[in-house]
């Protein structure tokens, strides 16, 4: 799996940071960072909620 963040929607608000601390990251600079692009499977629920609960949905699951 892959994890895809369309950073030409994302507002930085790290709600995808609460549910995914390991693979997304908002720093002191105010923008998104990805910390991991290809998380193991066993983070897939986590991933899943963080592209649901980001409101601009400009995170994406490539397989």
Do not use: H, W
């Not at 930085?12 to 998380?39: Q, T």
């Not at 066993?42 to 400009?58: D, S």
């Amino acid at each position: 799996m892959k994890i895809v963040v369309d950073f030409d929607k994302c507002k930085s608000n790290a709600l995808c940071m609460a549910e995914a601390p390991e693979v997304f990251e908002v720093r002191d600079d105010n923008f998104l960072y990805i910390l991991n692009e290809n998380p193991g499977e066993e983070l897939r629920p986590q991933m899943e909620e963080a592209a649901r609960v980001c409101p601009t949905r400009a995170i994406s699951i490539q397989e």
